[in-house]
């Protein structure tokens, strides 16, 4: 089957089979920050944006995606590079394997959510695995980039 | 893994039931539950696009289309000011955000999980589920009646002026509940829902009486039966849901007093 759907700002077109997943059409697009980690959508390293939303793209099949608008971290470089600088000075992405899913969730929270506190950070990124660093660092990353702008 | 061999984006529910009448066929909600069993179906049978993803508040009720997610539920300002809070309460340990935007509440309901915080939470009050073929019958019963191959087409929650509370106790975080408690209030009645025992979500309704809150808490989880699993053994289930079923009723009478 034909798919049409606006990836990372631009029109793209895929010929699918009716039972691939999301994330395999968009690691076969190029989109290689989009992870496989528990498939039991648990983890969240798979997260891409549907229509602005946060959705594990382990979980979706790629017709659904027809007539979408999907984002994944390739189509929010510049400020995952913000973030990531951030994640890197609190030592916060030990073998980087969950920074993507987690770049996109934090991303996905600044905008929904106005000046949140570390319990609703903590309860928003409840689906965001990390196996190396134990959260801390990231919790710290993502408390000075929040409060970037107050500072700044 | 899941394998399919079509998928149909339904146009109308006449559509999507009689593909449903295929055993080898599948409905899709939002695929949590379903893409880690061993699955070859030959159709799956996309609900998306029939505009049920919606909750709607009229003067009497809250109607829930099947489609809505999990998320839906745990923001909506409307269904969480009229009940408390609980269904924020019920949701909100859920795997997480990405997880409660993808799971529906059809799914949730229609597969009727023992570990379901949803069904737990909506026994409590005055639920109705939309059955397409079925019509309309009580959540109470649709949690009993065996598996079919009819469409939950929507969720009603009545507005009867039940005041709700809501509690889950799990492992860890995120974890599924080792017990599900959920308690309503309507002038002198309780409405008591105990989920995760490890059996689906029941229903037992007492007359708030002259003895303690302990003692009515007490004989309403005396009236559910627990078992073991890995998680938890029945006796310890049994004896959180005395406790949690008291401190709901105590946070309600708290409430009302105030």
């Known amino acids: 089957m034909n798919i049409e759907m606006t990836l990372n700002g631009k029109l793209a077109k895929a010929e699918i089979e009716p039972g691939t997943l999301l994330l395999d059409l968009l690691r076969s697009l190029g989109c290689y ?10 983890c969240g390293l798979c997260t891409v944006w549907m229509d602005g939303v946060p959705t594990l793209s382990c979980s979706v099949l790629a017709a659904r995606a027809d007539g979408h608008e999907i984002t994944t971290l390739e189509g929010v470089r510049e400020e995952a590079e913000a973030f990531g600088a951030f994640l890197a000075a609190e030592g916060a992405d030990q073998c980087g394997f969950c920074s993507p899913g987690l770049i996109m969730n934090v991303l996905a929270m600044e905008r929904e959510l106005e000046s949140p506190a570390m319990d609703e950070i903590r309860e928003y990124l409840a689906g965001n695995l990390c196996r190396c660093t134990g959260y801390a660092g990231q919790m710290r990353a993502i408390e000075k980039y929040l409060n970037r702008k107050k500072e700044a | 893994m899941f394998r399919v061999k079509e998928y149909v984006k339904a146009g109308s529910l006449e559509e999507a039931y009689q593909l449903n009448q295929k055993k080898s066929n599948v409905l899709l909600g939002g695929m949590m539950w379903l893409k880690m069993g061993s699955n070859y179906k ?9 505009g049920l993803d919606k909750i709607e508040e009229t003067e009497e009720e809250f109607r829930i289309g099947c489609m809505c997610s999990l998320r839906q539920l745990e923001q909506h300002k409307g269904l969480n000011e009229y009940f408390g809070g609980v269904f924020k309460a019920c949701t909100r340990h859920i795997v997480g955000t990405q997880f409660r935007n993808g799971a529906t509440v059809g799914g949730s309901v229609f597969g009727r999980y023992g570990f379901s915080d949803i069904l737990t939470c909506m026994m409590m009050l005055d639920t109705q589920v ?16 065996p598996y079919n191959r009819d469409i939950l087409v929507r969720v009603i929650i009545k507005k009867d002026g039940r005041k709700a509370a809501y ?32 059996g689906k979500a ?11 809150l302990a003692e009515q808490a007490q004989a309403a989880a005396e009236q559910f039966a627990y078992g073991d699993n890995l998680r938890a053994s029945g006796q310890y289930r049994k004896y959180l849901a005395g406790v949690y079923v008291r401190r709901l009723m105590e946070q309600l009478k708290g409430e009302e007093q105030k």
């Open chain 2, 130 to 145: 939309e059955l397409y073929k079925g019509g309309i019958v009580s959540l109470e019963e649709f949690a009993k009646m």
């Open chain 2, 42 to 50: 030959m159709t799956a049978i996309d609900l998306s696009g029939l």
């Open chain 2, 167 to 198: 509690v889950s106790q799990r492992p860890s975080k995120t974890d599924f509940p080792v017990i599900a408690c959920g308690v309503a209030k309507k002038e002198d009645c309780w409405y008591v829902s105990i989920g995760a025992r490890p």
């Open chain 2, 202 to 212: 029941a229903l037992v309704k007492l007359t708030a009486g002259e003895s303690s």
């Open chain 1, 33 to 42: 920050s989009v992870k496989r980690g528990c498939e039991t959508s648990n």
